[in-house]
């Protein structure tokens, strides 16, 4: 005679029990979800170059909400563009450090940033 193991007995109550739990669970972890998903598409991010002369606003999808330009910055001339694209640059960068911090408890920051 071998000593095989003998199939343990499945409790079907037990058993539903467990995947109602796990149902809840998820549903639970959906809804947060939907909550967080929700602020991030609201969520703005403002820059303002250190001079003070730009400022960019990036809407909850990463676009440019808009960009203000005070009236001294236009002596700048040709060093306007790079530090437009600079602050641009500085404010979509922020505002994605910052979403995936906001998303953190739900993975959105792992693998790659």
Not at 86 to 109: E, K, L, S
Request: proline fraction near 4%; charged fraction near 30%.
């Amino acid at each position: 005679m071998t000593d095989r193991a003998k199939p343990v007995p499945i409790d079907p109550v037990s058993l539903l029990e467990r995947m109602q739990e796990t149902q809840r669970n998820l549903t639970e972890r959906l809804e947060a979800l939907e909550i967080v998903k929700g602020g991030l598409e609201r969520l703005e991010t403002t820059v303002t170059d250190d001079g003070g002369a730009l400022s960019v606003t990036v809407s909850g999808g990463g676009e440019i909400r808009s960009l203000d330009i005070e009236p001294s910055a236009l002596d700048m001339r040709e060093a306007l563009g790079p530090l437009m694209v600079a602050t641009i640059a500085r404010a979509q960068d922020r505002h994605h450090r910052r979403m995936r911090d906001m998303g953190g408890g739900f993975g959105f920051n792992e693998g790659g940033e």
